[in-house]
């Protein structure tokens, strides 16, 4: 018997919500089980690829080093690579910062917003925090990606006719209900 | 230091780091190898405040949503409330509340649900042979929801069954399960019709059968092994939350800020949120992009303190359906007069707010106020508000200015994870000064057992990182010189490990 097929998920810059879609196939989760093996992911406790997977979802873009690290990781370990919502496909809402100066979005969040103390006039600076992106980046713009699931956050049964599709060999065409842009 | 603007470079040059996930902990031993302190790391920052600042008041409350995909409707809600006062309609009809209520009550269940069934409960299923540190030491093959399924089948179908509950009831108030746009400035977009209640309402009883099951097995759990949890990154604190007005109850979704100390003195009368700035700061470290709140008038170092279930249920004078006000009281029974400190309580009391959810639930869709025409409330225009909901995880403040012309000039968020900044360092510190001192490497189990006590306060990182409950963690032993001793990154190799 071959072995089944792994899927590891991802959660980059984005909030959470597209894994909560892949969760809203609710009792499905547990056929799915029975078809394929989760490799890493963030609703697992496997904090390392533990071995080459068939299907690789990424929700969220890219805002700090440690996502490109990690996108890279994924494009690396998978045969095909989704982008999984409107963070990871163009951004989202997450690149709303995009049009002003990194700066000035730490200066509001951490000198000016009411009710802050902060007597040293610091930034979040230390060496173990990562390194924020000058933008926010989408995920095609950093690795190739294969497949685009938009939404925010995709329907689960989009999610669902995508994995199905992909894991029976046919071809993953959108259905139209299932697309959404918002 | 500074972000070049792009240029073609990817990164700009601002804090340094090397870390794999999005939590982080650092432990720091002195010479002789004793833990001194340890700090979590929230290695995450979008931003929300700045790139708010500009757009269209009405936006906010679907935008604003986007930091978080776990708890969506209480940020949806506490927007859409202070975006109430904007307009002058914070005097919403029946329906327009009762419809927010719901669609509240809804969150909160799906999201403990998800907490205890799907993220915490390979901590407690998985057995302990009698000492905290090997309590939550089932190798990581098992700490996921569909190990649970594989030992319990029965007890996982009910927990994704109820999150599927709560997120129905989310649909149907809110037009979607997740980032839905049921609340506007003023009201709710939509009633709910007849044929949606009977929907909600023909499961109802099956929910709160389960409801019930879950705070028994929470409530057992923590009392077979009591003499385990009790000092399990465990401390007296403050503890926060909003009550009701009238009379102190718990509510969710509306009251004023009350806040006791470890003993359940009263340290905070009865605020209304609207002072917030008067009695709560924040304060800025250097190693998170989270801030550390805490109550002005005891100070950074004494003012700290504890949201969410714990805090709740230590806050709220009783709770104003049946069967959850008889398991607060065995809840306080623990303790009696003084605060619960114990943080894996947590647990319990998460399952006993579960329990209230679907009471409210079903006292809410028999309410014939939801089927009601009125939808929008209005009044004289403000240009400042501030609102506050007890979100799943705790308290969220959101505090916006709105120019004349319609745009957001100030927005300050105090997610409920913030609030908790502090007390998960605590734990964090305390777990590690307990088992770690003395040892120069770190057992997979011992790794674990940092998440246990994190995960007690269901950290919604989304709001502040991303990882939900399982976080990658790296941690290093730190010397008094600063050496890094010995370095584990958390993998699936070395987390099984004794």
């Known amino acids: ?182 | 230091m500074t972000a070049d603007g792009g240029k073609g470079k990817r990164y700009t040059i601002l804090p340094v780091t090397r870390v794999e996930g999005h939590g982080k902990v650092t432990i720091h031993m002195d010479d002789s190898g004793v833990v001194d302190h340890a700090r979590l790391h929230i290695v995450e920052f979008r931003g929300f405040e700045r790139f708010i600042l500009g757009r269209p008041f009405w936006e906010v409350p679907v935008i604003v949503q986007r930091l978080c995909g776990i708890c969506p409707v209480s940020h949806h809600l506490a927007a859409a409330k202070a975006m109430d006062r904007i307009v002058g309609g914070e005097r919403l009809t029946p329906t327009a509340e009762k419809v927010r209520r719901l669609m509240h009550y809804g969150q909160i269940f799906q999201s403990h649900a998800l907490h205890f069934f799907h993220l915490a409960s390979p901590d407690f299923l998985f057995g302990t042979d009698g000492t905290a540190a090997s309590a939550f030491g089932a190798p990581p093959e098992k700490r996921n929801i569909l190990a649970v399924a594989a030992k319990f089948p029965d007890l996982a179908v009910q927990g994704v069954m109820m999150r599927k509950y709560g997120q129905e009831i989310i649909r149907r108030t809110a037009g979607k399960k997740i980032h839905g746009t049921g609340a506007v400035p003023g009201g709710v977009n939509k009633n709910l019709s007849l044929a949606e209640r009977d929907d909600l309402l023909k499961d109802a009883d099956r929910m709160l059968a389960w409801a019930r099951e879950a705070v028994g097995i929470a409530r057992d759990f923590t009392m077979e092994h009591l003499d385990e949890l009790a000092p399990f990154g465990s401390f007296d604190s403050n503890h926060l939350s909003l009550v009701r007005e009238s009379d102190g109850a718990l509510d969710l979704y509306e009251g004023v800020l009350r806040a006791v100390d470890k003993d359940r003195n009263m340290i905070l009368v009865d605020v209304n949120p609207q002072r917030y700035l008067d009695v709560l700061m924040e304060e800025v470290r250097p190693w998170s992009y989270m801030k550390f709140p805490f109550l002005k008038e005891l100070g950074p170092e004494y003012g700290w303190y504890r949201v969410g279930p714990l805090a709740r249920l230590n806050t709220a004078s009783f709770i104003d359906t049946e069967e959850a006000n008889a398991a607060h009281g065995e809840f306080r029974e623990l303790h009696k007069d003084r605060a619960n400190n114990v943080t894996m309580c947590y647990h319990w009391a998460r399952m006993i707010e579960l329990l209230h959810a679907i009471e409210k639930i079903r006292e809410l869709l028999l309410d014939p106020d939801l089927q009601g025409r009125e939808l929008l409330a209005s009044g004289p225009r403000r240009e400042e508000a501030v609102a506050v909901v007890e979100a799943p995880r705790g308290t969220l403040f959101h505090h916006y200015r709105v120019n004349r012309n319609d745009e957001v000039t100030m927005c300050n968020l105090i997610v409920s994870t913030t609030n908790n900044n502090e007390p998960m360092n605590r734990a964090v510190t305390k777990v590690a000064k307990d088992h770690f001192s003395g040892r120069k490497e770190i057992s997979g189990k011992l790794l674990n057992c940092i998440e246990v006590a994190i995960r007690a306060y269901d950290p919604c990182l989304s709001c502040a990182t991303h990882a939900v409950g399982e976080m990658p963690l790296d941690v290093e032993l730190v010397d008094a010189s600063g050496e890094v001793m010995a370095k584990m990154v958390r993998d699936a190799g070395a987390a099984g490990e004794g």
């Open chain 1, 1 to 182: 018997m071959s072995p089944k097929p792994r899927i590891a998920t991802a959660s980059l810059a984005g909030c959470f919500g597209c894994h909560m879609s892949v969760l809203d196939i609710d009792e499905r989760i547990l056929e799915l089980a029975t078809r394929v093996e989760f490799d890493r992911s963030p609703i697992n406790d496997f904090k390392e690829f533990r071995d080459r997977c068939a299907v690789g979802i990424v929700e969220g873009g890219c805002c700090n080093e440690e996502n490109v690290e990690l996108l890279e990781k994924f494009r690396k370990q998978c045969d095909v690579l989704i982008s999984l919502g409107d963070c990871a496909i163009n951004g989202g809402v997450p690149a709303m910062r995009n049009n002003i100066p990194l700066r000035e979005c730490l200066e509001q969040a951490y000198l000016k917003c009411p009710g802050t103390y902060n007597p040293l006039n610091v930034l979040p600076n230390d060496p173990e925090i990562p390194l924020l992106l000058n933008r926010v980046y989408p995920c095609h713009e950093v690795v190739k990606i294969d497949r685009f699931i938009p939404g925010c956050p995709p329907p689960a049964d989009a999610i669902w006719a995508a994995l199905t599709a992909l894991l029976t060999g046919r071809s993953a065409e959108p259905v139209y209900e299932h697309l959404k842009y918002d």
